[in-house]
C-alpha cells in the first residue's frame, strides 16, 4: 500500500483526490502529490528499512503514489550510478566533481523514471488512451512504458525532433505524429485530440504523477550521498520536472527527518538558443516569458515556455541557486571533452552542465571546495549527429595501419 493523500495546488492549495483522474487544478496550476509523511515514517519507513531492497525507484515504494503494486509498470529504472569526474574537475577546480549517470535507465534517460510513475497511475486509475507532445525523449519512454501497461498511446513531437527519438517511440508501439513547429505547438494539436478523442493529456506538468518518478532522483542522491546532500546539483532544465523533484523530495526527506534543513544549491542550465528561465532568473521574476525563435542541440531543452516555471523559479530562489545557459557550441565542445577524457558519451543535454562550470566557478558560485553532482539526464548514444565525424582511415582487406 503507498501512501498518497490527495493532490494539491501549489498555487491556490485547492487538494484533489487522488483516486479520481485529474490534470490541471482549476486555477489552471499543475498539481503536486501529498503524503501522510509523518504516518509514512511512523509506520516503519526509515533508511534502515531501505537496505535489501531491489535496486531501482521503487526501492521508495511509500513515497510513490501507486495504491496498489499489481497497478506497477516497471523495466527496471531509477538507482542509477553516481561516478566521479576527477580529470574534468581538475580542469575547472572542482576536485569533489561528480555525475549521476540517467544514460543507463531502460530507455536510455531519466524520462524512464517519470514515465514508470505516470504510466503505472494512469494503469491504476483505469486509463486506456495517453497522449502527448514530447521533445523527443519523453514521447520514447511514454511509448515504452504505455505498451507494456497495454495503453494505447499517441505522441506529437517535432519534426526536426532526433529520428532515433521517432522511431524509438516507433518501434515501442506509439501512434507517431511530427509536426512542423515546436514542443508548444506540438501541445496545441494534443490539446485538441484530447477534446475529440477523449484521450488523457500527459503532457509535461498537466499530469500529476510523472514529476513523483523523477523525485526519486533527488532521494537517490540522498541515499547514495549517505544523507548528507552535496553542495550543489546541476540539472539541464527544459520543463524543469526533474529540478522540481529533487526539491520536492528533499522537501519530503527533511519532513521524514531523514535530513536536515541544509539544500544543495539547484541549478537549472539552459541552452543559449532557449533559455528563458535564465532570463526569468537574471530578471528577478517568478513566472519566465515565452522564448520566440528556440533553436538548440540539446533538443530536450527546447521548451519556450514551461507550464511549472514558476516552481523551478521557486526551487532556485529556496535553495540559493542559478540560473546559466551555454550555447551549442560550448555544449559541443563539452560533450567532445566528457567523452575524450572521462570516457563518458553523455547527451547534449547533459554536456550544457559540463559548458558552464568555468563560468560558475568564474563567477563564485561555485567554489573549490563544493561538492558538486551533475545530472547526466541521457545517454549520447541518443544523439549520433551530435557527434562531428572525422575522416576515418579506411584499409585494404590485407593492408596495415601505417
Ligand atoms: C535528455 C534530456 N535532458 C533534459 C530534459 C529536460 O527535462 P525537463 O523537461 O524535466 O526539464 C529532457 C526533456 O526532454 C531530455 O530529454
Ligand atoms: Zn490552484
Same mark, same amino acid.
Given at each position: 500500500?503507498?501512501?498518497?493523500?490527495?493532490?494539491?495546488?501549489?498555487?491556490?492549495?485547492?487538494?484533489?483526490?487522488?483516486?479520481?483522474?485529474?490534470?490541471?487544478?482549476?486555477?489552471? /496550476?499543475?498539481?503536486?502529490?501529498?503524503?501522510?509523511?509523518?504516518?509514512?515514517?511512523?509506520?516503519?519507513?526509515?533508511?534502515?528499512?531501505?537496505?535489501?531492497?531491489?535496486?531501482?525507484?521503487?526501492?521508495?515504494?511509500?513515497?510513490?503514489?501507486?495504491?496498489?503494486?499489481?497497478?506497477?509498470?516497471?523495466?527496471?529504472?531509477?538507482?542509477?550510478?553516481?561516478?566521479?569526474?576527477?580529470?574534468?574537475?581538475?580542469?575547472?577546480?572542482?576536485?569533489?566533481?561528480?555525475?549521476?549517470?540517467?544514460?543507463?535507465?531502460?530507455?536510455?534517460?531519466?524520462?524512464?523514471?517519470?514515465?514508470?510513475?505516470?504510466? /503505472?497511475?494512469?494503469?491504476?486509475?483505469?486509463?486506456?488512451?495517453?497522449?502527448?507532445?514530447?521533445?523527443?525523449?519523453?514521447?520514447?519512454?511514454?511509448?515504452?512504458?504505455? /505498451?507494456?501497461?497495454?495503453?494505447?498511446?499517441?505522441?506529437?513531437?517535432?519534426?526536426?525532433?532526433?529520428?532515433?527519438?521517432?522511431?524509438?517511440?516507433?518501434?515501442?508501439?506509439?501512434?507517431?505524429?511530427?509536426?512542423?513547429?515546436?514542443?508548444?505547438?506540438?501541445?496545441?494539436? +494534443?490539446?485538441?485530440?484530447?477534446?475529440?478523442?477523449?484521450?488523457?493529456?500527459? /503532457?509535461?506538468?498537466?499530469?500529476?504523477?510523472?514529476?513523483?518518478?523523477?523525485?526519486?532522483?533527488?532521494?537517490?542522491?540522498?541515499?547514495?550521498?549517505?544523507?548528507?546532500?552535496?553542495?550543489? +546539483?546541476?540539472? %539541464?532544465?527544459?520543463?524543469?520536472?526533474?529540478?522540481?523533484?529533487?526539491?520536492?523530495?528533499?522537501?519530503?526527506?527533511?519532513?521524514?527527518?531523514?535530513?536536515?534543513?541544509?539544500?544543495?544549491?539547484?541549478?537549472?542550465?539552459?541552452?543559449?538558443?532557449?533559455?528563458?528561465?535564465?532570463?526569468?532568473?537574471?530578471?528577478?521574476?517568478?513566472?519566465?516569458?515565452?522564448?520566440?525563435?528556440?533553436?538548440?542541440?540539446?533538443?530536450?531543452?527546447?521548451?519556450?515556455?514551461? &507550464?511549472?516555471?514558476?516552481?523551478?523559479?521557486?526551487?532556485?530562489?529556496?535553495?540559493?541557486?542559478?540560473?546559466?545557459?551555454?550555447?551549442?557550441?560550448?555544449?559541443?565542445?563539452?560533450?567532445?571533452?566528457?567523452?575524450?577524457?572521462?570516457?563518458?558519451?553523455?547527451?547534449?543535454?547533459?554536456?550544457?552542465?559540463?559548458? +558552464?562550470?568555468?563560468? &560558475?566557478?568564474?563567477?563564485?558560485?561555485?567554489?573549490?571546495?563544493?561538492?558538486?553532482?551533475?545530472?547526466?539526464?541521457?545517454?549520447?548514444?541518443?544523439? %549520433?549527429?551530435?557527434?562531428?565525424? %572525422?575522416?576515418? %582511415?579506411? &584499409?585494404?582487406?590485407?593492408?596495415?595501419?601505417?
Amino acid at each position: 500500500m503507498g501512501y498518497p493523500t490527495y493532490l494539491r495546488c501549489p498555487k491556490c492549495s485547492a487538494t484533489y483526490n487522488t483516486n479520481l483522474v485529474r490534470n490541471l487544478c482549476d486555477c489552471g /496550476s499543475p498539481l503536486l502529490v501529498d503524503y501522510d509523511l509523518v504516518g509514512i515514517e511512523a509506520g516503519g519507513f526509515t533508511p534502515a528499512s531501505l537496505v535489501g531492497r531491489p535496486a531501482d525507484m521503487w526501492r521508495y515504494w511509500e513515497v510513490l503514489p501507486l495504491n496498489d503494486r499489481t497497478n506497477l509498470v516497471s523495466l527496471g529504472e531509477g538507482f542509477t550510478p553516481i561516478v566521479p569526474l576527477p580529470k574534468l574537475g581538475a580542469e575547472v577546480g572542482l576536485p569533489e566533481l561528480r555525475m549521476k549517470d540517467e544514460g543507463l535507465n531502460p530507455t536510455g534517460t531519466f524520462k524512464s523514471r517519470g514515465a514508470a510513475a505516470g504510466v /503505472s497511475k494512469a494503469k491504476e486509475l483505469g486509463i486506456t488512451r495517453v497522449a502527448m507532445p514530447t521533445a523527443g525523449n519523453a514521447g520514447g519512454a511514454w511509448a515504452a512504458y504505455c /505498451s507494456r501497461a497495454g495503453i494505447d498511446f499517441t505522441v506529437v513531437m517535432p519534426a526536426d525532433t532526433p529520428e532515433i527519438n521517432m522511431l524509438e517511440a516507433h518501434i515501442t508501439g506509439g501512434n507517431v505524429h511530427l509536426v512542423r513547429g515546436l514542443i508548444s505547438d506540438a501541445g496545441r494539436i +494534443v490539446g485538441k485530440g484530447v477534446q475529440r478523442h477523449g484521450w488523457f493529456d500527459a /503532457s509535461t506538468l498537466k499530469e500529476p504523477y510523472r514529476i513523483e518518478g523523477k523525485k526519486t532522483m533527488g532521494y537517490e542522491i540522498a541515499e547514495q550521498y549517505r544523507w548528507d546532500l552535496p553542495d550543489a +546539483v546541476l540539472y %539541464p532544465a527544459g520543463g524543469g520536472v526533474g529540478l522540481i523533484g529533487m526539491w520536492k523530495a528533499f522537501n519530503e526527506l527533511e519532513a521524514l527527518g531523514w535530513i536536515g534543513a541544509r539544500r544543495p544549491k539547484l541549478i537549472a542550465v539552459q541552452a543559449a538558443g532557449c533559455a528563458p528561465l535564465v532570463r526569468a532568473f537574471d530578471a528577478g521574476e517568478h513566472e519566465s516569458v515565452f522564448w520566440d525563435g528556440a533553436a538548440t542541440v540539446a533538443s530536450g531543452l527546447r521548451v519556450p515556455k514551461a &507550464l511549472g516555471d514558476f516552481l523551478v523559479l521557486r526551487a532556485i530562489k529556496e535553495t540559493d541557486g542559478y540560473a546559466i545557459a551555454a550555447d551549442d557550441e560550448a555544449i559541443l565542445a563539452a560533450m567532445e571533452r566528457t567523452a575524450r577524457v572521462e570516457g563518458a558519451f553523455i547527451c547534449p543535454e547533459g554536456a550544457a552542465n559540463v559548458a +558552464v562550470l568555468p563560468d &560558475l566557478v568564474r563567477r563564485g558560485v561555485l567554489k573549490t571546495a563544493d561538492r558538486v553532482l551533475l545530472l547526466n539526464t541521457g545517454t549520447g548514444l541518443k544523439y %549520433p549527429s551530435a557527434v562531428r565525424r %572525422p575522416e576515418f %582511415p579506411v &584499409l585494404a582487406a590485407d593492408g596495415e595501419i601505417l
